[in-house]
C-alpha cells in the first residue's frame, strides 16, 4: 500500500538537528565530553512553591477532569501579576491560558489568516512564527533583523505594498535567537505603523525576566494604543523552568483573544488543572527567585562571551534571553558545516544560525543551560580544538 501524505506534510523535513544529535550520540560512544548548548532548556529547578502546588493540587481527584476553561483564581492571578510586573490593566476577558506560546503561536494564524493574505515574520527569527501561516496557505513577508540596524527593523523601509498587504506581524523582543531588547522607541513607532496600515501585531514576550546590563524588561502592553492593534504571548516556561507544563497566555486586545478562544475550542479541553494550580503560584508567590535566575544567567553570559573573546572569538554579550548569538569565527561561512567541525573537534554543541532564516547565516545561538564553571570549560575545550587558528575559507 502507498501511503499518500499531504502537500504540506511533505514540505516540513528534517534538519540540521537530527544530523547534530547523531553526530552527538557518536562522540558520546566515543567516550567524548560533550557541552551541549544547543537546545534552550532550562536547567534550573523550579521554585519549591511551585511544585508544591502542581503536587497538591495532583492529589485531588477532581483535577484530573476536563479544566474547558481557566480557573477563575488564574485570571485574577495573571491580572494582578500583569499589574505588578509591567503596570498594565487587564481585564478577565482579555486574557487567555494556552498549551505553551508555541502552540499559541502556530494556531492563531488559523483566526486570522485566510489563504493568499500576508504575515510578517522576523529574519532572522524564530521557526514557528511563519509556520502557522504557511500551515493556512498564507504569504509570508520576512523584515530583516541586521547588526548594522541593532537587529531592530526599519519599519519604514517596509515596501508601501507590502505593508498594505499585511494580515498581521510578529514581534518578539527579547529576542531569539539575536539575543537584542528593543528600546520604548521602536514599541511606540510599531504601534503608529500598525495603525497606519491595520495591521495586527502578535508580540512575543518569552524572555522578558531575562535581561542583562540593568535594562528592565517590559510588555509590549505598556505603551498606549498597543490593546488597540494587538497581543502579547506571555509564558512561564523560561522565567519560572515550567518548561514542560506547557503555561502560557494570550493577552490584549479584546476582539483577537476572544476570536482566537471560540476556534480553540473546537481542539482544546484546557489547561490541566494541577498546572493551572502551579501557574497561580508561581504568579502569585514571590519574585526574587526570577530576578536572582536572571543573575546567574547574565553571570553565565558574561562567563560564555568574555571567555570566547579571551580566546580569539569575538562575540559580543548578549542583552537578553537565555542565550548568545556569535558570529562565526574568521575563516568560516557556512554555520552548518562549522556547527558539525565545531563538536567534532571540542564537544560544544550549537545551533546553526541558517535555522533562523537566511539573515542567520554567518551566526550560531548557544543556549546558557551550563553553570559557568561547566562554560568555562567548554570556552578551554574550544581554545584546545584549534579551530579558531584555521585559515580555510568553507563554501
Given at each position: 500500500m502507498k501511503l499518500q501524505f499531504s502537500d504540506k506534510a511533505n514540505q516540513i523535513k528534517e534538519g540540521i538537528f537530527t544530523v547534530l544529535d547523531a553526530k552527538k550520540n557518536e562522540l558520546l560512544r566515543e567516550g567524548r565530553t560533550i557541552y551541549n548548548l544547543s537546545v534552550g532548556t532550562p536547567d534550573f529547578r523550579p521554585m519549591q512553591h511551585i511544585m508544591d502546588a502542581v503536587a497538591e493540587a495532583a492529589k485531588d481527584p477532581k483535577n484530573y477532569k476536563y479544566a474547558l476553561v481557566e480557573l477563575p483564581e488564574l485570571l485574577t492571578a495573571?491580572?494582578?501579576?500583569?499589574?505588578?510586573?509591567?503596570?498594565?490593566?487587564?481585564?478577565?476577558?482579555?486574557?487567555?491560558?494556552?498549551?505553551?506560546?508555541?502552540?499559541?503561536?502556530?494556531?492563531?494564524?488559523?483566526?486570522?489568516?485566510?489563504?493568499?493574505?500576508?504575515?510578517?515574520?522576523?529574519?532572522?527569527?524564530?521557526?514557528?512564527?511563519?509556520?502557522?501561516?504557511?500551515?493556512?496557505?498564507?504569504?509570508?513577508?520576512?523584515?530583516?533583523?541586521?547588526?548594522?540596524?541593532?537587529?531592530?527593523?526599519?519599519?519604514?523601509?517596509?515596501?508601501?505594498d507590502v505593508a498594505r498587504r499585511a494580515k498581521f506581524m510578529v514581534v518578539s523582543y527579547p529576542a531569539n535567537p539575536i539575543c537584542k531588547v528593543a528600546p520604548e522607541s521602536f514599541y511606540r513607532e510599531l504601534i503608529a505603523f500598525a495603525k497606519k496600515y491595520e495591521i495586527m501585531i502578535l508580540h512575543d514576550n518569552a524572555y522578558s525576566d531575562?535581561?542583562?546590563?540593568?535594562?528592565?524588561?517590559?510588555?509590549?502592553?505598556?505603551?498606549?494604543g498597543a490593546k488597540e492593534v494587538g497581543i502579547e504571548f506571555y509564558s512561564l516556561s523560561k522565567s519560572f523552568n515550567y518548561t514542560g507544563a506547557r503555561a502560557s497566555f494570550a493577552l490584549g486586545n479584546r476582539e483577537i483573544i476572544q476570536k482566537f478562544r471560540a476556534l480553540r475550542t473546537q481542539f482544546d479541553y484546557g489547561t490541566f488543572l494541577p498546572v493551572q494550580y502551579g501557574a497561580i503560584a508561581a504568579l502569585e508567590g514571590p519574585f526574587d527567585g526570577v530576578e536572582e535566575q536572571c543573575r546567574q544567567y547574565e553571570e553565565r553570559n558574561r562567563t560564555l562571551c568574555g571567555g570566547l573573546r579571551r580566546i580569539g572569538w569575538n562575540v559580543p554579550d548578549s542583552e537578553g534571553t537565555m542565550f548568545v548569538w556569535a558570529p562565526l569565527p574568521e575563516g568560516y561561512t557556512n554555520s552548518e558545516e562549522f556547527c558539525v567541525e565545531l563538536m567534532?573537534?571540542?564537544?560544544?554543541?550549537?545551533?546553526?544560525?541558517?535555522?533562523?532564516?537566511?539573515?542567520?547565516?554567518?551566526?550560531?545561538?548557544?543556549?546558557?543551560?551550563?553553570?559557568?564553571?561547566?562554560?568555562?570549560?567548554?570556552?578551554?575545550?574550544?581554545a584546545r580544538s584549534g579551530i579558531l587558528q584555521t585559515e580555510k575559507v568553507q563554501n
Open positions: 495573571m491580572q494582578g501579576f500583569y499589574q505588578r510586573r509591567f503596570g498594565v490593566e487587564l481585564e478577565k476577558d482579555e486574557i487567555m491560558a494556552l498549551y505553551g506560546s508555541q502552540e499559541g503561536m502556530s494556531h492563531i494564524a488559523w483566526a486570522l489568516c485566510n489563504p493568499g493574505d500576508l504575515v510578517l515574520v522576523p529574519n532572522p527569527g524564530y521557526q514557528i512564527f511563519s509556520i502557522g501561516p504557511e500551515l493556512c496557505d498564507a504569504g509570508v513577508w520576512a523584515y530583516p533583523l541586521l547588526p548594522e540596524n541593532q537587529f531592530l527593523p526599519k519599519l519604514d523601509e517596509i515596501p508601501e531575562i535581561v542583562y546590563g540593568g535594562r528592565k524588561g517590559g510588555s509590549f502592553l505598556q505603551y498606549e567534532e573537534k571540542s564537544g560544544v554543541i550549537c545551533v546553526p544560525g541558517s535555522c533562523f532564516g537566511s539573515l542567520g547565516e554567518g551566526f550560531v545561538r548557544m543556549a546558557l543551560v551550563l553553570p559557568p564553571e561547566e562554560l568555562e570549560k567548554a570556552v578551554e575545550s574550544i
